[in-house]
């Protein structure tokens, strides 16, 4: 048939906003829209670093694709990506090969580890379901072990590394969670040790350092020890190195020290930085007017030269301009450029604390937790209307 056909990979943020943008504003045998992901479900990122340290049921982070998209007008096949062709318009799959007229590229980032060594091997990341499943029930058998052997104190010694946003959230449910544990395995709480280690002169770099002390004394408060102005060096299966030579013994390592794009973009001869392609103002990639880039994979500068920080809310609205951009094309109508609208950022720091800039003003404590809550149930709205808000929400 002469119907374009239109390959989105990743169904996350990026992908399933272009995605259910598509299938609103096509008209019916417009094109054949294929969605790409390699798991049955889309996960709620932003909510990981609940399940991770066990605060919350995985299950709450994940939604069901056939749930959020229409599959009489959007074709769904679950498979990896192992390739993508841009010069021959093909992507090629785990299981078989898809060709293209028009290509949204949203896989979504992975680790940086910037090359220290051993961290690939001997930390855990928060990124998916799966890894995420991997951390918290890594933390109970920590608990489980040292019952065995009191000796090991690095049995309850729990290091991340990083004070970014994924970090902080992450010490916030961590050090909540801990006085459960110790209940449930008959351990004293002062033997457990959380340390959050960061490169930069301050945690959170380059946010309000107002809402930074504020967060660190919330943390502080919970028992969570910052190494501030220290990097990581080496990652050892026994614990961390520091650039200063010293070495923390710890059994459990989770590395939030950044982010980069997905390795396949790269290997598919885009131009990146950090698996990270510069798009130009409709998200297109400069060598291929047919291939459009979402989320944590594209690179994209604001008015002052700075990228933007891979997010979310960014993704989310590259998505719908994204989709317009396609239909637009297909109609051989105008492109519209993307324009990034900051609501700000909200950040959690365990039940009922938060910290947040929201439409330029300040926030902290109980209302910034409660900022974030609705921040969350809007997005569950968003991609499943007031079903999944009562099926996945909570205030
Ligand atoms: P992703 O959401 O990462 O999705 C990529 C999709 O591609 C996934 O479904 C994945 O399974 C799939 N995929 C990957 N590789 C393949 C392959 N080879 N084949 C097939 N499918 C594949 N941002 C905010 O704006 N606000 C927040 O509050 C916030 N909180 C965060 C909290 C945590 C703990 C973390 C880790 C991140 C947070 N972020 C937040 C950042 C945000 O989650 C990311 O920027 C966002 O998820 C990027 O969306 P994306 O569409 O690029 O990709
Ligand atoms: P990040 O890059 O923002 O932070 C990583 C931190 O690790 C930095 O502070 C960096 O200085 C530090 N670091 C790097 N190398 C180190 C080393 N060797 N030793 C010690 N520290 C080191 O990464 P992130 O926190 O995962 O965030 C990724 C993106 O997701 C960001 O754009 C962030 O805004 C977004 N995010 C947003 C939220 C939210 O809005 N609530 C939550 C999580 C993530």
Request: charged fraction near 25%; charge should be positive; include cysteine.
């Amino acid at each position: 048939s002469t119907v374009p056909r239109i390959v989105i990979l990743g169904a996350g943020y990026g992908g399933v906003l272009t995605a259910l943008r598509l299938q609103k504003e096509l008209n019916y045998n417009e094109a054949n829209v294929t969605l790409v992901n390699k798991h049955d479900y889309h996960y709620i990122t932003t909510h990981l670093h609940m399940p991770a340290a066990g605060t919350d049921d995985p299950e709450n982070a994940r939604v069901n694709i056939s749930k959020l998209i229409d599959e009489f007008k959007i074709d769904f096949v679950k498979s990896t990506v192992v390739q993508i062709k841009p010069v021959e318009k093909k992507v090629i799959l785990e299981d078989g090969t898809l060709s293209y007229d028009y290509l949204v590229i949203g896989l979504g980032g992975e680790a940086e580890t910037f090359g220290i060594p051993g961290l690939q091997q001997h930390a855990m990341n928060i990124r998916s379901i799966n890894s995420v499943r991997l951390i918290r029930e890594h933390i109970e058998y920590q608990f489980a072990k040292f019952k065995r052997e009191p000796e090991r104190r690095d049995y309850l010694t729990f290091v991340i590394g990083g004070a970014g946003f994924t970090g902080i959230e992450f010490i916030g449910e961590l050090a909540d969670r801990i006085p459960k544990l110790c209940k449930q395995f008959d351990v004293d709480p002062g033997l457990v040790k959380i340390v959050n280690i960061e490169a930069a002169p301050t945690a959170l770099p380059g946010f309000d350092p107002e809402l930074v002390d504020y967060a660190v004394q919330v943390l502080t408060n919970k028992g969570v020890t910052f190494k501030i102005g220290t990097a990581i060096k080496e990652c050892k299966p026994e614990g961390v190195v520091l650039a200063t030579g010293e070495t923390i013994p710890a059994a459990t390592v989770v590395w939030t020290g950044g982010i980069r794009g997905n390795r396949l973009v790269e290997q598919a001869g885009f131009e990146a930085m950090r698996g990270r392609v510069k798009v130009d103002p409709y998200l297109r990639t400069a060598q291929y007017e047919n291939v459009f880039i979402v989320g944590d994979c594209s690179l994209l500068f604001n008015d002052e030269g700075k990228p933007f920080p891979p997010t979310a809310q960014i993704a989310m609205q590259q998505g719908v301009n994204c989709a317009f951009n396609l239909v637009a094309s297909i109609r051989n109508q105008p492109l519209r450029e993307f324009k990034f609208d900051n609501k700000g950022v909200v950040a959690s720091l365990g039940k009922g604390e938060a910290v947040g800039i929201v439409f330029g003003k300040k926030l902290k404590g109980g209302f910034a937790a409660f900022m974030k809550k609705l921040i969350d149930m809007r997005y569950l709205y968003i991609i499943g209307g007031i079903g999944l808000v009562l099926r996945k929400g909570k205030l």
